[in-house]
């Protein structure tokens, strides 16, 4: 008599075989989105504190200079 698994279970490998090729990927190429997500979560922490900015030049500007990436305008 074959043992059935549960459902959760069950659903799990539906969703690792809908996904398997994206899993395999990940072991076989050396890429991630490590750095971009680092930029986002320093992006979503300047938000919070910047709360109440007037307009988005100075969000935008306060982004910029924390990046270090400040831009002269001539």
């Known amino acids: 008599m074959p043992i059935e698994l549960p459902k959760y279970c069950r659903d799990k490998f539906k969703i ?11 072991f076989e190429y050396s890429y991630s ?5 680092g930029i986002n ?7 919070r504190m910047a709360y109440g900015y007037r307009n988005f030049l100075l969000f935008k500007l306060c ?12």
Request: no cysteine.
């Open 33 to 37: 989105n490590s750095f971009l997500e």
């Open 16 to 26: 690792f075989g809908k996904f398997s090729q994206g899993v395999m990927n990940t």
């Open 41 to 47: 979560n320093k992006i979503k922490v300047i938000k």
């Open 63 to 74: 982004i910029f200079l924390i990046q270090d990436q400040v831009f002269q305008v001539k």
